[in-house]
């Protein structure tokens, strides 16, 4: 895929979507840590039910804190792996407290250090609690990369240098959000609808569909 086709691409998502937003509810970068932690392999519909109980009663790494891992369970029972889960939040929050003053740190290796974060959660909260640049590649994004032909890559780590490469740079920061909407909306995995998409004339998806 040559550059003027990716331009018009993210300018037509950009025309569609002006302000994308993830659709995890949160209000401080710290309730955004913890729903990207509770997302893993689980819908956000499904976190913003149980963080909206959550955070009414602790949305503070004290706060959380002192709910205990037993506690904070039956908060977030509902969602999978909420074991491992609650046992990372609960190591994250003393980690918040003790190293960096209870606050999110506005930095990579710093978010990495904490448990049940990796390199996708740190992207999540450095561009959409802090406003960095960065794409975070998931399922979605790793599939409409490969898919459309916007950055191709054999795993999720090569995307994100491709992507970080190819998108033009006014595009940047709204990136991750346009390209995992049409994702779950629009270039889903199996039924993918591609004749409601916006951009099916500049995709390079071979099998597209009619029905």
């Not at 891992?69 to 977030?76: A, D, N, R, W």
Request: aromatic fraction near 6%; charge should be positive; charged fraction near 25%.
């Amino acid at each position: 895929m040559n550059a003027r086709k990716r331009l018009e691409i993210f300018e037509r998502l950009k025309a569609e979507n002006p302000q994308p937003a993830t659709e995890l509810r949160y209000g401080t970068p710290f309730e955004l840590l913890i729903a990207v932690i509770l997302s893993a392999q689980a819908t956000d519909k499904g976190v913003n039910k149980a963080t909206e109980k959550l955070f009414r009663r602790a949305n503070t790494p004290q706060a959380i804190l002192a709910l205990g891992e037993q506690g904070l369970k039956e908060y977030i029972k509902t969602i999978g792996l909420y074991n491992s889960k609650a046992r990372n939040i609960i190591a994250t929050c003393r980690i918040l407290i003790e190293k960096h003053g209870g606050r999110v740190p506005e930095d990579r290796q710093a978010l990495e250090a904490l448990p049940g974060v990796g390199r996708k959660t740190a992207n999540v909260v450095l561009n959409t609690a802090f406003g960095h640049p960065t794409i975070a590649v998931d399922t979605h994004i790793f599939r409409v990369a490969n898919r459309t032909g916007i950055a191709p890559g054999k795993n999720v780590r090569e995307v994100e240098k491709r992507l970080l490469r190819l998108v033009p740079e006014q595009f940047r920061q709204d990136a991750h959000h346009w390209l995992i909407l049409h994702g779950r909306y629009i270039c889903t995995a199996r039924k993918p609808r591609c004749g409601a998409c916006i951009i099916e004339d500049l995709c390079e998806y071979k099998q597209k569909r009619t029905d």
